[in-house]
T-cell receptor, first 113, second 112 residues
Framework: DAAVTQKPRYLIKMKGQEAEMKCIPE?????VFWYQQKQSKELKFLIY????????QIDMVKERFSAVCPSSSLCSLGIRTCEAEDSALYLC???????????FGKGTRLTVV | GDSVTQKQGQVTLSEDDFLFINCTYS??????LLWYVQYLGQGPQLLLK?????NKGISRGFEATYDKGTTSFHLQKASVQESDSAVYFC???????????FGTGTRLQVLP
């Protein structure tokens, strides 16, 4: 099985606080994706990195999030100012190259109170 | 752009029932088609994939056929078990955008 590691598994923040979650992609994978999932349903695409460079992201990420992959072995997703609607499961996934399937971590469950 | 449609939001079955989850896709490329399964408290995991039209993917009793004519990739299983209860996502890998495009998911509940 692929081994994408996400930390922490659970995160609780108050409104207005900053949040940060980390992802260690599968070794050798060059593409990293972040998704937001609410209530165990739809996977909402957030941002995509290829060889540590962000190639695509949604407007919400540009405006309120910070995401980097400073090395091929560590990426992070941050929320500058948490809001209630940010409560969700944040899933990181990676793939070996373009045009191949992705492998997911177990996610970081963020609760904003 | 590329898209994947799963019309069923929820499916409820009893053990040993036949499973059919609908999936259709739209793309101008020749995609790889995938099914992911997400069990409670976990991230999605790859269930099966097919890279060539008219081929069938089979895994753990589940199967799906890449039908280029009807642009469908429906998931089937002859006899479901309670342990199959999960959310199932149909997806395609787009060579246009180099992203995986997911359907909205179908929650399967299997009653004992």
């Amino acid at each position: 099985d692929a081994a994408v590691t996400q930390k922490p598994r659970y995160l609780i923040k108050m409104k207005g606080q900053e949040a940060e979650m980390k992802c260690i992609p599968e070794k050798g994978h060059t593409a990293v994706f972040w998704y937001q999932q609410k209530q165990s349903k739809e996977l909402k695409f957030l941002i995509y990195f290829q060889n540590q460079q962000p190639l695509d992201q949604i407007d919400m990420v540009k405006e309120r999030f910070s995401a980097v992959c400073p090395s091929s072995s560590l990426c992070s997703l941050g929320i500058r100012t948490c809001e209630a609607e940010d409560s969700a499961l944040y899933l990181c996934s990676s793939s070996q190259s373009q045009n191949t399937e992705v492998f997911f971590g177990k996610g970081t469950r963020l609760t904003v109170v | 752009g590329d898209s994947v449609t799963q019309k069923q939001g929820q499916v409820t079955l009893s053990e040993d029932d036949f499973l059919f989850i609908n999936c259709t896709y739209s793309t101008t490329t020749y995609p790889t088609l995938l099914w992911y399964v997400q069990y409670l408290g976990q991230g999605p995991q790859l269930l099966l994939k097919v890279t060539t039209a008219n081929n069938k993917g089979i895994s753990r009793g589940f199967e799906a056929t890449y039908d280029k004519g009807t642009t469908s990739f429906h998931l089937q299983k002859a006899s479901v078990q309670e342990s199959d209860s999960a959310v199932y996502f149909c997806a395609l890998v787009s060579s246009n955008t180099n992203k995986v495009v997911f359907g909205t998911g179908t929650r399967l509940q299997v009653l004992p």
